[in-house]
């Protein structure tokens, strides 16, 4: 289940290693202008749209990229250290940036059919990109699966263990799908390994069905997908937004000189789609039961939006006034905890005020705070932070529907509507947006961070 297929060829023979390989190109303004015009033409005339991006997305966060003139494996090829006085941000504390938000819109709108990323920072899944919509070709460093029945985990650390060998990746974890039991596996794919199977076939899948391919911040100098080849071999359109030169150039349908960001904010005008604004969220799903005596218990994890288990709370209380429930005041080693949290002893007549601390990962408010009422079965919990008013907002919701959105059976939209008791409550209903044709003027906003390359 865990590695096979397509090897990846060492670091040495992958870096550029010529100022010509090297060198950065830009196109300028109006000839920048003039092919994001034919690329938002190329989109609307081809409805299967698959993205590739790389390490080129993610530069305006403040991450490297590994082949760019102060990338990874350039400096290493050529035997120098980073310039100091480059900003570098932590992958675990990094913004979406404006592409990454882009893409968000384009998959809410269902002008993206796919988005294949070569990327392991995590960014696409913590933008709000749906698991059904990416595969992450070479693994997610937040993300681990287990061997044995292909479960995915996510995680709000870093989840390989430092003293790990190369090609080491247990986490020291087991599943806890039942009667499973699995060893939990990292999913970063080191030079030389294989990828995943479940993940290599759904990517070559969705290449093979694409309409046209948009590669976003790739040299493609490692290609461990068909994607790319399909696009060439079919003559379907292949776009290419990349500062240097790709082994692929003279294959584009319109080769684009520019930076993603840049890009991406002139197509979505283009388009007539705004770029939304990116703001920490949370899920959380709920379930109710009952012991050998009637009464109730609630059992309380944390999801990616959908089914995938997400691990986010480093401590939780639940009281039922006045007095403090019986289960977990739990501090998480590294964050990192099972997955579910069972809070017994409750009174079913009373309401329960559930209190959760997370990560401080963006400067934001660590608690969040809300009142659950019993009685409902299952439930699911949205948790937006809101950055103008300092604080979380828990949304109520129904667990149904955050499966059916983590299975992608549908394109869903939660809704606010206010409750009797004037909390927010959360419905959810198909989407219908299609891609508009008008080429309106978009607002796009980005609290992403701005960096060279």
Same mark, same amino acid.
């Given at each position: 289940? /865990?590695?096979?297929?397509v ?7 992958t870096?550029?290693?010529?100022g010509?390989e090297v ?5 300028p ?5 003039q ?6 033409q190329?989109i ?6 698959v993205? =590739?991006?790389g ?5 305006a966060?403040?991450i490297?990229?590994f @082949?760019?003139?102060?990338g990874? =494996?350039t400096l290493?090829a050529q035997?120098?250290q980073r ?6 941000v ?11 938000m882009a ?6 709108r269902?002008v993206?059919?796919k988005?294949i990323?070569s990327?392991c ?11 059904h919509m990416?595969d ?7 993300? *681990? ?11 709000d ?12 990746h247990?986490?020291g @974890?087991?599943?806890?799908a039942?009667? $499973? ?5 990292d ?5 030389g *390994?294989?990828l995943r199977?479940?993940v290599?076939?759904?990517a ?9 391919v948009?590669?976003?911040g790739?040299?493609? @100098?490692?290609?461990t ?5 399909d696009a060439?071999?079919?003559k379907k ?5 990349n500062l240097?030169k790709t082994?692929?150039d003279?294959? $584009?349908?319109?080769?684009i000189?520019?930076?993603t960001d840049?890009?991406?904010?002139q197509?979505m005008a283009?388009?007539g789609l705004?770029?939304?604004?990116w703001?920490p969220?949370?899920?959380?799903q709920?379930e109710?039961s ?7 218990s609630?059992?309380?994890?944390g999801?990616?939006?959908g089914?995938i288990?997400?691990t986010?709370v ?15 005041v ?6 990192? &905890?099972?997955d579910? /949290?069972?809070?017994?002893g409750?009174t079913?007549?009373?309401?329960v005020?559930v209190?959760?601390?997370? &990560?401080?990962?963006?400067?934001e408010?660590?608690v $969040? ?11 699911s919990?949205?948790?937006?932070y809101d950055m103008?008013m300092?604080?979380?907002?828990? &949304?109520?919701?129904?667990?149904a ?5 983590g ?5 869903? *939209?939660?809704?606010?509507?206010p409750?009797?008791s004037?909390?927010?409550v959360?419905?959810?209903s198909?989407?219908s947006k299609r891609l508009?044709?008008?080429k309106a ?11 060279s390359a």
């Amino acid at each position: 289940i /865990f590695f096979r297929q397509v090897s990846l060829s060492p670091m040495a023979s992958t870096a550029h290693k010529t100022g010509a390989e090297v060198k950065e190109h830009y196109d300028p303004p109006e000839v920048l202008s003039q092919k994001v015009k034919m690329l938002a033409q190329l989109i609307r005339d081809h409805p299967r749209l698959v993205v =590739w991006t790389g390490a080129g997305i993610s530069t305006a966060t403040g991450i490297p990229d590994f @082949r760019g003139p102060n990338g990874k =494996w350039t400096l290493r090829a050529q035997k120098k250290q980073r310039d100091p006085s480059i900003k570098v941000v932590n992958s675990l504390q990094a913004l979406p940036s404006k592409a990454h938000m882009a893409l968000v819109e384009l998959a809410h709108r269902r002008v993206l059919y796919k988005l294949i990323s070569s990327n392991c920072d995590g960014l696409h899944r913590r933008s709000g990109i749906p698991r059904h919509m990416i595969d992450e070709l070479h693994g997610n460093a937040t993300m *681990e699966v287990c061997k044995k029945c292909d479960r995915e985990y996510l995680r709000d650390e870093r989840v390989r263990l430092s003293s790990n060998g190369v090609h080491s990746h247990a986490t020291g @974890r087991t599943c806890t799908a039942p009667g $499973c039991k699995g060893s939990l596996q990292d999913t970063i794919i080191n030079f030389g *390994e294989y990828l995943r199977s479940s993940v290599s076939t759904s990517a070559n899948k969705a290449g093979a069905e694409a309409d046209m391919v948009l590669v976003l911040g790739s040299s493609l @100098r490692v290609i461990t997908c068909d994607a790319v080849d399909d696009a060439v071999e079919d003559k379907k359109p292949l776009v290419i937004v990349n500062l240097q030169k790709t082994p692929y150039d003279k294959d $584009c349908a319109v080769r684009i000189w520019g930076r993603t960001d840049d890009v991406m904010v002139q197509l979505m005008a283009e388009l007539g789609l705004e770029i939304p604004q990116w703001q920490p969220t949370r899920y959380l799903q709920m379930e109710e039961s009952q012991d050998k005596d009637g009464n109730p218990s609630l059992a309380i994890w944390g999801t990616d939006g959908g089914i995938i288990p997400c691990t986010f709370v480093t401590q939780l209380n639940v009281t039922q006034q006045p007095k403090l429930l019986p289960g977990p005041v739990y501090q998480s080693r590294r964050g990192i &905890h099972g997955d579910t /949290f069972v809070i017994r002893g409750l009174t079913a007549s009373q309401d329960v005020l559930v209190t959760i601390s997370m &990560h401080n990962r963006y400067g934001e408010a660590q608690v $969040c705070q809300f009142t659950h009422s019993l009685g409902q079965g299952q439930a699911s919990y949205k948790l937006e932070y809101d950055m103008t008013m300092n604080r979380w907002q828990a &949304h109520y919701g129904s667990v149904a529907a955050a499966e059916a959105f983590g299975a992608g059976e549908q394109q869903l *939209e939660w809704t606010a509507v206010p409750s009797q008791s004037g909390a927010t409550v959360l419905a959810v209903s198909a989407a219908s947006k299609r891609l508009s044709t008008q080429k309106a003027p978009s607002k796009p906003h980005s609290t992403s961070k701005s960096t060279s390359a």
